[in-house]
């Protein structure tokens, strides 16, 4: 383990909680950040608040609301449906959500001498978000360490990681029963399994079909 601390930005969902239990084996010190931008499910913040104080994790949330005024979107506005029409981003992309989550998760970790941040984004398996993709993430770690004079390492360990290979990595981290029982994935706001329709819920139960159609559960890596 590194004798390091690590801030993992954090929404209590497969992605992020997964990234949690990663961090909390490979750092010395970790603390939680997540971000009430408005979103439609308050539950969003509950159950990442319930999940931190179970692992013990010092969980910081901030105040995003701004974003939900500047970007509207279907995360955020029930009056807005969730879909994805061809050609186009879905509905529940929110512009700037990333760049600025990690902005304010680099002010924070500074604060608090970490010099690791740690998020769930992937490029393999997702919606087309430009603010998910490896070479923006490249991008920002080097703008965030010129802006702060400051060793920022910004860590993304599901990256090049489809659902299914996320779920192994779960189930590796000693949190496959956990992360499935425990996560909010879901756009209607169910945990677990979810509602099964939305398409957070289809993409996270296709990763599991195919992971334990493998037939390795519980496999150490």
Avoid at 129 to 140: E, H, N, T
Avoid at 159 to 170: I, P, V, Y
Wanted: aromatic residues 10%; proline residues 3%; hydrophobic residues 40%.
């Amino acid at each position: 383990m590194k004798k390091e601390k690590a801030v993992v930005v954090f929404s209590g969902g497969q992605d992020s909680t997964t990234c949690l239990f990663w961090a909390m084996e490979r750092f010395s010190e970790v603390e939680a950040v997540t971000f009430n931008y408005g979103q439609r499910h308050k539950l969003e913040l509950e159950c990442a608040a319930d999940i931190a104080k179970e692992l013990t994790i010092k969980h910081h949330i901030l105040d995003m609301s701004l974003l939900n005024q500047l970007a509207p979107n279907a995360l955020t506005r029930d009056e807005i449906a969730i879909e994805q029409k061809e050609g186009e981003l879905p509905s529940t992309f929110v512009d700037g959500r990333n760049l600025l989550f990690l902005s304010f998760a680099a002010v924070l970790a500074k604060q608090l001498g970490a010099k690791h941040i740690v998020t769930g984004v992937c490029e393999t398996d997702f919606s087309g978000y430009p603010d998910c993709r490896d070479i923006f993430v490249k991008s920002l770690n080097v703008t965030l360490n010129l802006s702060m004079d400051y060793p920022f390492v910004i860590d993304t360990p599901l990256m090049w990681l489809n659902k299914a290979e996320t779920w192994e990595l779960a189930d590796s981290l000693g949190a496959f029963e956990f992360v499935r029982e425990k996560t909010l994935t879901c756009y209607n706001g169910m945990i677990a399994d979810g509602c099964g329709e939305c398409p957070a819920c289809k993409l996270r139960k296709k990763g599991l079909d195919d992971y334990l159609a493998k037939g390795i559960r519980g496999v150490k890596r």
